[in-house]
Antibody
């Protein structure tokens, strides 16, 4: 069965970086884009970007351009999202989500369990 | 960016009720819309894609409709496990954007 297992909660200081991992299993890792979505406590969902695990190509939301880097390691079927220059408003839960294709559009059919990143001095 | 607006923001209903949640896009997105359900402390669950297609395993009491800018999610007969927050999402163009959510509460 498809599973996305994310790394554990992190506490970081303002200005630092955080790298969240998403270990995929139960399917062909390179066959599906991986997206990252975040959610502030009690708030809605915000799309951050995606990576093509096959090519490594990325697309980022403009809001995060220059601060976010998405990578993958196909040998261990793991995707990563690194966010730099952390601020207090980056204190949110980060999710990875597998994108299923339908008619050249994509939908998030499986999600990781989420990783809480707390930014505090 | 395409802005997605859901209404209502919250709704109270009883088991057995029919509930309709609407989602409006700030510009036309054809049928490139998904719906997700989220319970507290959990990741979102995929319900509907391409506006009206039910994901495998999702109960048939859930249905979606619409195209262009106006969409609806209907739950025909609420069950206790349906009380959650629902989000629409457009996948027509980057950045993919979500509605602000509709919280469905027990009356």
């Amino acid at each position: 069965q498809v599973q996305l297992v994310q790394s554990g909660a992190e506490v970081k200081k303002p200005g630092a970086s955080v790298k969240v991992s998403c270990k995929a299993s139960g399917y062909t890792f390179t066959g599906y884009f991986m997206h990252w979505v975040r959610q502030a406590p009690g708030q809605g969902l915000e799309w951050m970007g995606r990576i093509n695990p096959n090519s490594g190509g990325t697309n980022y939301a403009q809001k995060f351009q220059g601060r976010v880097t998405m990578t993958r390691d196909t040998s261990i079927t793991t995707a990563y999202m690194e966010l730099s220059r952390l601020r207090s408003d980056d204190t949110v839960v980060y999710y990875c989500a597998r994108a299923r294709q339908w008619n050249n559009k994509y939908y998030f059919d499986y999600w990781g369990q989420g990783t809480l990143v707390t930014v505090s001095s | 960016d395409i802005h997605m607006t859901q209404s209502p923001s919250s709704v109270s209903a009883s088991v057995g009720d029919r509930v309709i949640i609407t989602c409006r896009a700030s510009q036309g997105i054809s049928s490139w819309l998904a719906w997700y359900q989220q319970k507290p402390g959990k990741a979102p669950k995929f319900l509907i894609y391409a506006a009206s297609n039910l994901q495998s395993g999702v109960p048939s009491r859930f249905s979606g409709s619409g195209s262009g800018t106006d969409f609806t999610l209907t739950i025909s007969s609420l069950q206790p496990e349906d009380f959650a927050t629902y989000y629409c999402q457009q996948t027509n163009s980057f950045p993919y954007t979500f509605g602000q959510g509709t919280k469905l509460e027990i009356k």
